[in-house]
């Protein structure tokens, strides 16, 4: 995933690069080579941290997809299923991208009056560390940035220190946003110098904040609800925070990473949850064949297929008996949707043209009309699909958690809000593929018999059952982007009904993340953890294993 969004990002910043250094002006004194603040474009410095902040929220939501059944992990053990290397690039993303892109960007920003640049750059930067936080802990922030005051092993600040600063970062770039400025950004990736999207942002990612920190701070529902009452946050779909990607394949290469590992010669790369494509085939979701492509029609072991040991292992294996106590989906789902349990670690057999693809949302693949093709390089949307970063439907579903803290029930209607906002949104994309037969696309009956059975389902559930429900809408609305549900299930322990690994006893859960190596071997400050059970500060549940409940 990370070598395409590199290839963008490296694709379009040596473009800007040679524009912001071009000059006939070549005072010998000096290296005419080098890029010194008072020369360097202020556009190129938010380009880059644009680029860098649109990688690391792609990889981290991956990670954290993974943990939740959103995406497939791959390892029967929770404390090797992601190695501290694997960060690495995240933690480059932030400090050596958007972090000192801001610092060395700050004094020409102010200079020129270009206060909606730095802004925009002030929004960027506490949403990263506001996730650096919820994925590792402590973090380096106060001296992170002081290598030439000889502070090269910066100390971590606490989490609760990182997120007061991101909130004086949000009220700052508010406050810019609601002034005057010289210009606009050349390249505005999201809001297209719409700045008063900008703020509705702005403050919805402190509803974030203050929602990730209700069970520490008595007063963060209170401020919660006080941005709710102002109206000024993101509650309408065209308000939606989202990265858009092109259609070019190389030099360089801007479609969405999960369509360039999956629509190729070789056929499909990356695997699909056989958990979240199971509730979605047992709720009838109209979203299922957006998510998804399939290139056949059937999958072995099921629908009177016979086994195949050589394309899918498991097809031949009895489930095991935690599965079978669970009533667990196993290896196999029917109808040709071909994925992976959690756990799984099999190799990687033949299946590049059978495995179950990347379809039209949000990758702009195909969408599944029932053709039942194999992937080719070009097909459906051609990659010009998006990154979901905080929809208007996903805020629906914090403002259903909110209500829920005090009588589950009174969260059904901010549920039903946020299902109607998010099936309109993924339909919508149907029109990519241009080849797609859309007249087997799920009716207006269709979606509602879906609301309404959610909704059924919801009256009937005991409280508990409420709460399964809204975690398991949770990881399947926010399809693409698995940070918020990483963070609600850390938050709440549901849903309870998630399938578990494929090993009986995988270790604790993962509560946080080992520093990536990069940092630890490198910084004198920062030790390195030998679990994955430290609890960041927001979370003050019982320890793992005891919860959540589902492993």
């Known amino acids: ?37 008072g020369q360097a474009d202020v556009n190129f410095y938010t380009n880059a941290i644009q680029l860098n902040y649109v990688t ?81 802990g402590p973090v380096p922030y106060s001296e992170a940035l002081q290598a030439e005051e000889g502070l090269f092993n910066p100390m971590p600040d606490s989490g609760e220190a990182v997120y007061a600063e991101a909130l004086a970062l949000l009220d700052g770039a508010i406050n810019k946003f609601n002034g005057s400025a010289a210009s606009g950004l050349d390249n505005d990736f999201f809001y297209d110098n719409d700045f008063d999207n900008w703020i509705k942002l702005a403050n919805t990612l402190k509803m974030k904040i203050y929602l990730q920190t209700r069970l520490v701070d008595p007063n ?7 941005i709710v009452a102002s109206g000024d946050f993101i509650d309408e779909t065209s308000e939606d925070f989202e990265f858009h990607y092109g259609t070019n394949e190389n030099q360089p290469d801007n479609r969405h990473p999960r369509y360039a590992d999956d629509y190729t010669p070789s056929g499909a790369i990356n695997y699909t949850s056989n958990w979240l494509m199971n509730n979605m085939l047992e709720n009838n979701d109209p979203r299922l064949r957006y998510y998804y492509y399939r290139q056949v029609d059937a999958v072995p072991g099921q629908d009177g297929e016979e086994p195949n040991e050589e394309t899918i292992d498991c097809s031949l294996e009895t489930a095991p008996q935690h599965y079978l106590d669970g009533g667990f ?37 195909n969408f599944d009309d029932g053709r039942f093709e194999p992937v080719a ?26 209500a829920a803290i005090s009588d589950p029930a009174a969260a059904k209607p901010f549920l ?22 859309l007249t087997t696309a799920p009716d207006g009956d269709d979606v509602t018999a879906f609301i309404t059975g959610i909704e059924s389902d919801f009256d009937a559930a005991s409280n508990d059952g409420k709460w399964d429900i809204l975690g398991e809408q949770l990881i399947v609305t926010t399809y693409g982007n698995g940070i918020m549900p990483f963070n609600f299930y850390r938050r709440t322990g549901y849903p309870t009904t998630l399938q578990p690994n494929r090993e009986p ?27 994955v059970t430290f609890q960041v500060f927001w979370d003050n549940n019982p320890s793992s294993p005891t919860f959540p409940v589902a492993n």
């Not at 005072?27 to 603040?37: G, Q």
């Not at 963060?220 to 006080?226: K, T």
């Open 1 to 37: 995933m990370r070598n395409n969004f590199k290839k963008i990002g490296l694709g379009l910043v040596s473009a800007l690069s040679f524009i912001a250094c071009e000059t006939t002006d070549l005072d010998i004194t000096e290296n005419p080579n080098a890029l010194t603040p």
């Open 329 to 365: 989906t196993f290896c196999a789902l029917p109808d040709g949707y071909w994925g992976r349990d959690h756990g799984d670690d099999s190799g990687t057999p033949p299946d590049g043209f059978l495995r179950t693809a990347a379809g039209v949302y949000p990758a702009a693949g």
């Open 220 to 226: 963060a529902i209170s401020q919660f609800n006080a």
């Open 56 to 136: 690391f929220i792609e990889s981290m939501g991956i990670s954290g997809g993974q943990v939740v059944r959103q995406e497939v992990l791959f390892d029967r053990n929770y404390l090797n299923a992601f190695s501290p290397i694997s960060f690495d690039g995240e933690w480059d993303d932030v400090y050596r991208g958007i972090l000192t892109n801001l610092d060395a960007m700050r004094p020409v920003a102010e200079e020129n009056e270009l206060f909606y640049h730095l802004a925009v750059a002030e929004v960027l930067a506490a949403d990263a560390m506001v996730t650096l936080v919820d994925y590792f």
């Open 505 to 531: 006893d995988p270790g604790a859960v993962i509560r946080s993340f080992r520093y990536p190596a990069n940092a630890a071997n490198n910084n004198s400050n920062i030790e390195q953890r030998q679990n």
């Open 377 to 402: 390089q070009g097909d459906g949307g051609q990659g010009m699909g998006i990154t979901p970063i905080m929809l208007a439907s996903w805020v629906d579903l914090m403002r259903a958690e909110v």
């Open 416 to 437: 039903v809000d946020a299902l109607t906002k998010a099936v309109e949104k993924v339909q919508s994309f149907g029109g990519l593929d241009g080849q797609a037969d």
